[in-house]
Structure formats: structure tokens, C-alpha cells
């Protein structure tokens, strides 16, 4: 797909929601800022609209999307929630929490969102932007991170830019996220175990292996800079661009405090800064595996992971 869109740059101000709105509701890509990162959202409930996200996203067919629902009642005529997972959402939406759950049989759902799955992944934000473009559309959105697939995840509209510039309708600009990497992803299984697919800023238990692919970020090479990456470095090698943690300072710092919510929130803008570097490498320092540095960890052993 070749550049063959003028991406407007949209205020988050009510004339920019309703622009967006307008964009979405006629079947057109919007990147759209949430707690964690920018989404690239589309109709839900449109093949072609859905369609056009693994296009503009070069997104392999195989790896499902997470569809952003306004309310559990939304959620409830998508998909089958147990007791289990009807109170993980009653204690954690909206929020930064995506449960995948049987999808209905009726569910007024493009296919391609579940990916050929028997479930569908739902999260139900709660950045107040992303929630007034949801009213606006009167919809469900299908939002995975507006970038092209595989490459480091947005945080701001710059980031949107760099890869979807010219690939999607529209960016709407309300500045950088808050909490910087990806929902936490918990599987409800039907004898009500919680399997956590991918960690993230609610931190609910261990991340559990699973065979194959049933949610976002599952893929062992994802979150890439472009440069190979090492992790827990205590300082720089030749020609390395350093990011930082605690007393370790570098060329730019995750947190000088030591602060792993600093961290998450400035992870991909520290990412794109040493992507954009003249440095060939790139190094991190460690971070605790603990708490927000579990997800942190998780996207930087990703980030790490040969390219396929």
C-alpha cells in the first residue's frame, strides 16, 4: 500500500471529535489517543473498514485486533462474560484491561477481529477522547496501536505520523499518552482460570505461555526500534545509544527516579528518540521485574527478539 491519503492532524477539541467520528462512521481509519497508546481505530462492525487496519498496518491476518466497546452492556452483545470476567470488569473499566472472552454467535462483529478465533479481545478504555469519539460513532471500534505492524508503538501523534503518514484518514492530536505501553491482556477460561496473555499497566498475576496466537502482542518479535537492541546494560558500548534507569543515566533516561510509572510512560518516546539516533545500537538498562517493569521488560525482550 502506497502513500495515497492526506493524514489530517486533528485538534481533540470538539470540532476534532466530530471530525473523527465523521471519518470513522463512513468507514475511514482515525488514529485516536487511549490511556495506554494511540489506537488505530475502525468501524468494528465493518469487513472493510476492518480490512483496511491489517492493510494499513501491513498486520498479519492471523493476529486478532482489539475491539473498544463503550460500556459492559456493549460488551455483553459481543461476547460471553462469566461471573469471572463480568467482575474483573465492574473492578477495572474503564481502564487499561482487555479480557478475551467466547465471542456471540450474534455479535455484530467483523470477522476478521477474532482472526479466525472462537473469542474476541474487548477492553473498555477509559481517556476521555477515545470515549467521546465512541459516542460519537455510536459503534464499537477495532483499535490496535497506530503503527505499522511489528514496529514500535505510538505514544504520541508524531509517532502516528512517522509510519501511517499517508496510509490513514486522519490523526486526532490530544498529546502523549499516560500510561505508554499496551493494555494487559487476561484470557477467561471457562472453568474461570485467568491466563494473562500479555502484561501490562494493571498488573494481575504472571503472563502465562499459550500455543499460538489468541491476543495482541503475543508475537516474539514485536515492538521493534529498527537497530539491535541489548538489555540490562550497565553502560554503553561503542557506538551505543544508552537509555537510561536510576543511577544508570545514558543519553536519555526512562527515569531518573527510578520511577517504573516514569518508565512506562516514556518508554516508546525514549524507543523513538534512540531509533532516530545516528547510534547503529541501542542499550537499556535494567529495569525490576517487578510491578510496571514486567510489561516494560516484556516489550524491550520483544523489542530484542531477532526479526523475522
Not at 476534532?16 to 488505530?40: C, D, F, H, K, N
Request: net charge neutral.
Amino acid at each position: 500500500m502506497t502513500r495515497k491519503y492526506a493524514t489530517e492532524r486533528l485538534s481533540a477539541d470538539a470540532h476534532g471529535i466530530a471530525r473523527a467520528s465523521e471519518l470513522l462512521r463512513a468507514g475511514g481509519l482515525v488514529a485516536v489517543p487511549t490511556e495506554t497508546v494511540y489506537g488505530l481505530a475502525a468501524r468494528a462492525d465493518s469487513e472493510a473498514a476492518v480490512a483496511r487496519i491489517y492493510e494499513a498496518k501491513g498486520r498479519p491476518s492471523f493476529n486478532p485486533l482489539i475491539v473498544h466497546v463503550a460500556s459492559l452492556d456493549q460488551a455483553e452483545r459481543l461476547a460471553e462474560l462469566s461471573p469471572v470476567a463480568k467482575d474483573l470488569a465492574a473492578q477495572h473499566w474503564p481502564g487499561p484491561l482487555t479480557l478475551v472472552l467466547p465471542r456471540r454467535r450474534d455479535a455484530a462483529l467483523a470477522a476478521a477481529v477474532s482472526a479466525g478465533l472462537p473469542t474476541v479481545a474487548l477492553r473498555c478504555p477509559a481517556h476521555s477522547v477515545m470515549r467521546a469519539v465512541m459516542d460519537g460513532v455510536g459503534a464499537p471500534l477495532a483499535a490496535p496501536s497506530a503503527n505499522r505492524s511489528g514496529f514500535l508503538s505510538p505514544t504520541s501523534a508524531e509517532h502516528v505520523l512517522a509510519t501511517l503518514d499517508g496510509r490513514i484518514d486522519a490523526v486526532l492530536d490530544a498529546g502523549p499518552c499516560s500510561a505508554g505501553v499496551e493494555s494487559t491482556i487476561a484470557a477467561v477460561r471457562a472453568d474461570g482460570r485467568i491466563d494473562i496473555l500479555r502484561p501490562g499497566p494493571l498488573y494481575l498475576g504472571a503472563a502465562r505461555a499459550s500455543e499460538g496466537v489468541e491476543s495482541p502482542g503475543q508475537l516474539a518479535s514485536h515492538y521493534a526500534p529498527g537497530k539491535p537492541l541489548r538489555l540490562n546494560a550497565l553502560e554503553a558500548e561503542s557506538r551505543e545509544f544508552l537509555l537510561g534507569f536510576g543511577v544508570i543515566r545514558g543519553d536519555v533516561s526512562l527515569s531518573e527516579k527510578g520511577d517504573l510509572s516514569e518508565a512506562a510512560a516514556r518508554l516508546y518516546a525514549c524507543l523513538h528518540q534512540a531509533a532516530a539516533a545516528s547510534h547503529p545500537s541501542i542499550a537499556v538498562a535494567p529495569i525490576p521485574e517487578e510491578g510496571l517493569g514486567i510489561a516494560i521488560n516484556d516489550r524491550l525482550r520483544r523489542a530484542a527478539a531477532p526479526q523475522a
